[in-house]
């Protein structure tokens, strides 16, 4: 077909669905092919509904997703938008991987990722213990005890107990309703705390949904500290992917999706969702080979600027108030740079595979690839060299590509000396602006995955979900959730969706 790709495979034993449980006679089409898009599909297929899933890229994954590219010798590696973490709690996601991996043998556990600062300065997460309050009484004892620490007793007295109570406090409503028109940075200035340790013990937290901290909520900053925190059961270390993603995830699941019979259709986008005489969905593609689809019911989970687009020329999406309003109101935030290097020198021995970084300038992480990523380990066996990727999140608009990159390399230089003599041989530059943006008072407006117009769902990462969950996990579960929706309808059952507690150990 022109401009676009098919993938069909055979039925996966690893189904898990009954044929009294299949749903019959009704059909879903799924817009985006990330992780929301996958778990819909996944879900509704197992179950027996027909299902289109259109993806406007040539891979899967979305955000997550992974592409073949070339070196200048003609090597091939398949290139990715960046290091990603899978937390222990991320139940949703990893109930969906298992449907590759039953036994999440590609994941690889990291014991620690340490936070590195100016100076020496240093904070470790390894061996805390998973429990609160013991977790956060262990960290701040870390910072106060260790050696190079942060805090000192005396400036526990300075902190203000009633904002720092706040953490132990969220409640999906309540702390919503309190804090969301707050910025995160105003919250954290509120705490009081000395600006080493909230460089330390913060910044860097706030950093990593991709959003500044002037520009994001400190609800949303609370709602993302319960839940990989104060709310975690499981602790705060976290595993990565053995492989790249395109050949440890995405390509098994075009697979495993074409098993279960769901037309998979890369490079194609929709451009327009109609409503029909009988309440389906008409959904017009730039394919001219594929021409429309009618659906019974349809996923929107693509990212905030394509489902933003698309409902802009849909007139009946857009004469829709409510569905227009919610749409409208969404923003991405600031742009995220990934710049990846090989290296010609290998890294120092004892390095650990990804730290976080703050009060370095742009710097946010850097993962030494090498380390714990099969392709990029067999090339610097190779070579004697290294592969290290640098972040950089909320990247300040006005900034030009080249002080970006002095700026990155100053703190790999300065962190890890050992690289200032390496001489860069290849590098690869992404700089992207689709994260969306969790601002000050967007959480009101900010839409759920049920919309207003039946049989229309959205999912992905920045949709308004019940449970504390965020960026992969909450695209994971939105995904489950939009693909329940319809299943309850259709009288099958719904898939389980687990969460961490919902309310801090000190809400009432």
């Given at each position: 077909?022109?401009?676009?790709?098919?993938?069909?495979?055979?039925?996966?034993?690893?189904?898990?669905?009954?044929?009294?449980?299949?749903?019959?006679?009704?059909?879903?089409?799924?817009?985006?092919?990330?992780i929301?898009?996958?778990?819909?599909?996944?879900i509704?297929?197992?179950?027996?509904?027909?299902?289109?899933?259109?993806?406007?890229?040539?891979?899967?994954?979305?955000?997550?997703g992974?592409?073949?590219?070339?070196?200048?010798?003609?090597?091939?590696?398949?290139?990715?938008?960046?290091?990603?973490?899978?937390?222990?709690?991320?139940?949703?996601?990893?109930?969906?991987?298992?449907?590759?991996?039953?036994?999440?043998?590609?994941?690889?556990?990291?014991?620690?990722?340490?936070?590195?600062?100016?100076?020496?300065?240093?904070?470790?997460?390894?061996?805390l213990?998973?429990?609160v309050?013991?977790?956060?009484?262990?960290?701040?004892?870390?910072?106060?005890f260790?050696?190079g620490?942060?805090?000192r007793?005396?400036?526990?007295?300075?902190?203000k107990?009633?904002?720092?109570?706040?953490?132990?406090?969220?409640?999906?409503?309540?702390?919503?309703?309190?804090?969301?028109?707050?910025?995160?940075?105003?919250?954290?200035?509120?705490?009081?705390?000395?600006?080493e340790?909230?460089?330390?013990?913060?910044?860097?937290?706030?950093?990593s949904?991709?959003?500044?901290e002037?520009?994001?909520?400190?609800?949303?900053l609370?709602?993302?500290?319960?839940?990989?925190?104060?709310?975690?059961?499981?602790g705060?270390v976290?595993?990565?992917l053995?492989?790249?993603f395109?050949?440890?995830?995405?390509?098994?699941?075009?697979?495993?999706?074409?098993g279960?019979?769901?037309?998979?259709?890369l490079?194609?986008?929709a451009?327009?969702?109609?409503?029909t005489?009988?309440?389906?969905?008409?959904v017009e593609?730039d394919?001219?080979?594929?021409?429309?689809?009618?659906?019974?019911?349809?996923?929107?989970?693509?990212t905030?600027?394509?489902?933003?687009?698309?409902?802009?020329?849909?007139?009946?999406?857009?004469?829709?108030?409510?569905?227009?309003?919610?749409?409208?109101?969404?923003?991405?935030?600031?742009?995220?740079?990934?710049?990846?290097?090989?290296?010609?020198?290998?890294?120092?021995?004892?390095?650990?595979?990804?730290?976080?970084?703050?009060?370095?300038?742009?710097?946010?992480?850097?993962?030494?690839?090498?380390?714990?990523e099969?392709?990029?380990?067999?090339?610097?066996?190779?070579?004697?060299?290294?592969?290290?990727?640098l972040?950089?999140?909320?990247?300040?608009?006005?900034?030009?590509?080249?002080?970006?990159?002095?700026d990155?390399?100053?703190?790999?230089?300065?962190?890890?000396?050992?690289?200032?003599?390496?001489?860069i041989?290849e590098?690869r530059?992404?700089?992207?602006?689709?994260?969306p943006?969790f601002?000050?008072?967007?959480?009101?407006l900010?839409?759920t995955?049920?919309?207003?117009?039946?049989?229309?769902?959205?999912?992905?990462?920045?949709?308004k979900?019940?449970?504390?969950?965020a960026?992969?996990?909450?695209?994971?579960?939105?995904?489950?959730?939009?693909?329940?929706?319809?299943?309850?309808?259709?009288?099958?059952?719904a898939e389980r969706?687990?969460?961490?507690?919902?309310?801090?150990m000190?809400?009432?």
């Open positions: 077909m022109s401009g676009s790709a098919r993938v069909r495979g055979t039925m996966s034993t690893s189904a898990r669905v009954s044929p009294s449980a299949r749903v019959r006679g009704k059909r879903v089409v799924v817009v985006g092919g990330g929301a898009g996958i778990a819909a599909a996944t509704l297929a197992e179950h027996g509904v027909s299902v289109v899933l259109l993806e406007k890229e040539r891979f899967l994954g979305g955000r997550a992974a592409w073949t590219d070339q070196l200048k010798n003609g090597e091939k590696f398949e290139m990715e938008r960046g290091f990603h973490a899978f937390f222990r709690q991320y139940y949703n996601l990893r109930a969906l991987l298992r449907r590759v991996d039953p036994q999440l043998s590609k994941l690889q556990p990291l014991h620690d990722y340490p936070l590195l600062g100016p100076d020496g300065r240093s904070q470790s997460f390894s061996g213990p998973k429990r309050p013991f977790n956060l009484l262990s960290l701040i004892a870390r910072s106060v260790r050696r620490g942060t805090l007793l005396s400036d526990l007295r300075n902190v107990p009633s904002a720092a109570l706040d953490m132990l406090r969220f409640d999906p409503q309540r702390t919503f309703d309190k804090l969301d028109d707050v910025t995160a940075k105003t919250y954290l200035d509120g705490l009081n705390f000395p600006a340790a909230r460089h330390m013990l913060f910044d860097v937290f706030a950093h949904f991709f959003n500044p002037e520009d994001y909520s400190a609800a949303e609370l709602h993302m500290f319960h839940f990989y925190f104060t709310g975690n059961p499981e705060l976290f595993d990565v053995r492989q790249p395109s050949t440890g995830l995405w390509k098994p699941f075009e697979r495993y999706l074409g279960l019979g769901v037309d998979v259709q490079g194609v986008s451009s327009q969702v109609a409503r005489v009988d309440g389906g969905f008409r593609t394919s001219d080979a594929q021409g429309a689809l009618t659906a019974d019911a349809v996923v929107l989970a693509a905030v600027p394509a489902l933003q687009r698309l409902v802009a020329a849909s007139p009946d999406l857009g004469r829709d108030r409510t569905l227009a309003r919610q749409v409208d109101s969404l923003d991405v935030t600031l742009p995220f740079a990934v710049w990846r290097l090989w290296l010609d020198t290998p890294s120092a021995p004892g390095r650990t595979a990804f730290v976080g970084t703050t009060g370095m300038g742009l710097c946010d992480n850097i993962s030494l690839f090498h380390l714990f099969d392709e990029s380990r067999a090339w610097a066996a190779r070579t004697g060299g290294s592969i290290v990727e972040h950089a999140y909320a990247v300040p608009e006005e900034l030009e590509r080249e002080a970006v990159q002095r990155l390399l100053a703190t790999l230089h300065a962190l890890y000396p050992e690289t200032k003599r390496a001489t041989l590098d530059w992404l700089l992207r602006r689709d994260c943006s601002a000050p008072g967007s959480h009101a900010r839409p995955v049920e919309t207003s117009i039946a049989n229309l769902a959205l999912a992905g990462d920045f949709v979900l019940p449970t504390p969950t960026l992969m996990e909450r695209a994971a579960t939105s995904g489950t959730m939009a693909a329940n929706l319809f299943l309850s309808q259709w009288g099958a059952a969706v687990a969460t961490i507690p919902r309310r801090g000190l809400t009432v």
